[in-house]
């Protein structure tokens, strides 16, 4: 069972950056896939970017350039930097973790753009 908690969400202008935190309640290292999704008021949840234990990254094409996804696995966390931000950022972010044949998410995290 891995149990994660995101960190570092809130209300921010438009161009401003903000770091989220997913912290794991076991050791990453050997989990072999960890990502940030988000989901807007009535919209689909999407994916932002994924990790895998390799460190080989995807993003999706929205972010590509603004954000950086990374782990940490001396900390058990990983982290998704986001520059250059937009109102049509604004959504919960979720991180998620896929181990062997299990997917396990966090509860959210409020990211809003805003002037």
């Known amino acids: 069972q891995v149990q994660l908690v995101e960190f570092g969400g809130g209300l921010v202008q438009p161009g401003g950056s903000l770091r989220l935190s997913c912290a794991a309640s076991?050791?990453?290292?050997?989990?072999?896939?960890m990502g940030w999704y988000r989901q807007a008021p009535g919209k689909p949840r999407e994916l932002v970017a994924s990790?895998?234990?390799?460190?080989?990254?995807t993003y999706a094409d929205s972010v590509k350039g603004r954000f950086t996804i990374s782990r940490e696995n001396a900390r058990n966390t990983m982290y998704l930097q986001m520059n250059s931000l937009k109102p049509e950022d604004t959504a919960v972010y979720y991180c998620?973790?896929?181990?062997?044949?299990?997917?396990?998410w966090g509860q959210g995290t409020q990211v809003t753009v805003s002037s």
């Open positions: 998620d973790a896929e181990q062997f044949q299990d997917v396990y």
């Open positions: 990790i895998t234990s390799a460190e080989a990254t």
């Open positions: 076991v050791s990453i290292f050997s989990i072999w896939r």
